[in-house]
């Protein structure tokens, strides 16, 4: 099984900043793309943010030049730099990653929890 842990959710003011990780654990012999997507209030889910494994990325029209995804293969850990923080920002984001658990194996798609971030004054 792989198990995928968020943290780094809060409460931030409008103009803030805030940290999003994910680590992937478990079994896993390859983490192919990973990505984070997040649900307001009311809203379906939708992409924020994804990265392959040689390091393309792909934004939401809505968060581009805000936020920026990265990852570190040693660690099987996705991040997200979220900047300029907007009240539309409030969400739960859960991260998400295709994962391969041995050579030949089809990919599985894992998600997170979630984690909150409230953007308010």
């Not at 079994?27 to 984070?36: K, V």
């Not at 992409?47 to 805000?66: C, E, F, P």
């Not at 293969?73 to 859960?94: C, F, G, I, R």
Request: proline share 3%.
């Amino acid at each position: 099984q792989v198990q995928l842990v968020e943290s780094g959710g809060g409460l931030v003011q409008p103009g803030g900043s805030l940290r999003l990780s994910c680590a992937a654990s478990g079994s896993i012999w390859r983490i192919n793309h990973m990505g984070w997507y997040r649900q307001g209030p009311g809203k379906q889910r939708e992409l924020v943010a994804h990265i392959t494994s040689g390091g393309g990325t792909n934004y939401a029209d809505s968060v581009k030049g805000r936020f920026t995804i990265s990852r570190d293969n040693a660690k099987n850990t996705v991040y997200l730099q979220m900047n300029s923080l907007k009240p539309e920002d409030t969400a739960v984001y859960h991260c998400n990653a295709g994962v391969k658990i041995r050579l030949g194996s089809p990919q599985y798609d894992y998600w997170g929890q979630g984690t909150q971030v409230t953007v308010s004054s």
